[in-house]
């Protein structure tokens, strides 16, 4: 009898302590009826729904804001782009393709994933090939959980590869950024459009020489979310 009630005390005594330790706490601004409005020490989702635990030993009151699988809809990403660009002049002229994808993990506060550019450069003897491998990082300002519409934050990014001549050459090819970004969900969906601006540094080397450069970025991606 007193060896079960040592296991109870000492199962009582370890619920509590527990339950201290994941409390979170809110206050009630506001209640109507069975409605109320809320402010919580973590962060909530508009229309979602979530678990209120209680304990009947200590009083204390807990919520699961882990946000339920049907609402985290943006854990994995694929993302497109294709941009071209023309120019001519008496003395010059320019073609560019460019394509990228990228595969991306998305935690809510930060996102990271591996990313592959394929530029294609013709100044009128032919198409000079670039082929990048590297991966990116985006820390969200706004969390990209839930339904938000608008989410911007910082990103760095940096790839290494090489371009291929025409004549046969090829030179080797390191670039390293850091911007900023903003992603429109369209129509809420789990589709967005994807602005990004970077000031980047950039280094080409060849087997007889290397030069490097620093510019600035644009891109317009399309994201799909999943």
């Keep these: 009898m007193i060896y079960n009630r040592l296991i109870l005390s ?3 005594a370890f619920t509590i302590t527990s339950l201290s330790q ?9 209640t109507k009826g069975r409605q109320a409005v809320i402010e919580s020490s973590t962060p909530l989702v508009e229309g979602e729904t979530y678990i209120i635990q209680t304990s009947k030993q200590s009083g204390l009151i807990s919520e ?4 339920p699988r049907s609402n985290r809809s943006r854990e994995n990403s694929f993302s497109a782009a294709i941009n071209s660009s023309f ?3 008496d003395t010059l002229q320019e073609h560019q ?5 990228r595969y991306g993990w998305n935690f809510g506060d930060y996102e990271v994933g591996p990313l592959l550019h394929i530029a294609l450069l013709d100044e009128g003897a032919g198409f000079n090939t670039d082929f990048y491998v590297g991966g990116y990082f985006d820390y969200n300002i ?4 839930g339904r938000e519409e608008m989410v911007y934050g910082l990103t760095a990014q940096a ?3 090489n371009r291929e001549f025409t004549n046969g050459a090829s030179s080797q090819i390191f670039a390293m950024g850091a911007g900023g970004f903003l992603s429109w969900y369209l129509m809420g969906s789990s589709t967005a459009l994807r602005f990004e601006g970077l000031v980047q540094s950039k280094k080409i080397a060849t087997s007889a020489t ?4 620093i510019g600035f970025v644009g891109n317009m991606i399309f994201a799909f979310y999943y």
């Design 22 to 30: 994941a409390a979170e706490s809110f206050t009630v601004k506001k």
């Design 97 to 101: 393709i460019d394509l990228e994808g």
């Design 87 to 89: 120019f001519k002049a």
């Design 142 to 145: 706004t969390p990209n959980v």
């Design 64 to 67: 699961d804001v882990k946000y």
């Design 10 to 12: 000492f199962f009582t």
């Design 159 to 161: 790839y290494g590869g």
């Design 210 to 213: 290397s030069a490097s450069a």
